[in-house]
């Protein structure tokens, strides 16, 4: 995996392929990585991505990470905040943003009707 990102002009981008399940994360959250890398055990790198959760999915307990996190959503609706069983929480739409520091904790994520989301994430230069 690429830490660096490389000179890379407008292209058209396929969202029908190069979708996975990120370690850690439940079935019907993918992501598609675009650019860059991270190396989380080095503390590198930087990735930008796509996530997309599939509708009625959620997750179930806060999480935090090392990096700092830029959220955009794209389309869709994102709720934050859910309890365990998908309940509750403050629901936001398209053409939102977040941006986390290291080891903000964050979520639970629910979406009712599915979202994709623009992720950039990146540690601090040394």
Known sequence: MPVNKIHDEFHAIDLSTGWEVPTGYPTGIEQKILSGGLDEKGRRGTRTRLL????????????????????????????????????????????????????????PFKSENGCMLLEIHYFDPV
């Open 52 to 107: 997309r959760f599939q509708p009625g999915v959620f997750t179930t307990a806060p999480f935090s990470h090392d990096y700092w996190e830029e959220v955009y959503m794209v389309s869709g609706d994102l709720t934050v905040g859910n309890d365990a069983s998908g309940n509750g929480g403050e629901a936001f739409g398209p053409n939102t943003y977040a941006v986390r520091p290291p080891h903000a904790k964050h979520g």
